[in-house]
């Protein structure tokens, strides 16, 4: 038997056939765990518990407000059904808000049967809505990523625009509803 072969009969007889590895089974509790931490900590920060002496090392160390500066107001007014300024404080919160959830119940559904929803019988594998380790999975990553990017440069821009002047950005963006959105957000930074 050769060394590959050998690893996969393990890995096999360990998980059954097409059963989730101990790999899968810790990435999908600790993948559930931090969607959970993440919404009881912004939940907890609405009704206003802090950390002491907590603060961004982001925007301690850089001077400017981070990628995610606003997420956690996001998700608050969201829970508090305030959608409107769940955008303005993060347009992506909501977005991470929702894959967050989806995130929890694919975990709990494949932990439920002991496999990926990608490999189960019937109508389960349908559910596959993340495709968690798939190419796609990955594609989405760096696509959401590159929209982050983008966003959080805009953000900069309509924060730090007012104080080093504007003139940048094509005059019809600057004068449209999509641009004072994103002012007003960026304001609140």
Known sequence: MVLGERAQAQTVSHSGAGGLSRWGYCWRWGAGGWAIALALASHGYGQGWQLPHWHCLFQASLGIPGPGCGLTRSWIALAQGDV???LQFHLL????A???????CQAAVE?????????APGPWARLDLLGLCSRRARLLGWGF???T?????LRLYGRYSAV???????SALESS??????????AQL
């Open 149 to 153: 990017l983008i966003y959080y440069g």
């Open 164 to 170: 080093y002047g504007a003139g940048l950005l094509p």
């Open 145 to 147: 990523a590159g929209v």
């Open 98 to 104: 929702l894959g967050a959830l989806m995130l929890v």
């Open 84 to 86: 409107l300024k769940s």
């Open 93 to 96: 919160g909501p977005v991470l």
């Open 177 to 186: 509803g999509f641009w004072q959105f994103i002012q007003v957000g960026a």
């Open 111 to 119: 932990l439920g049967l002991g496999l990926p929803l990608a490999a």
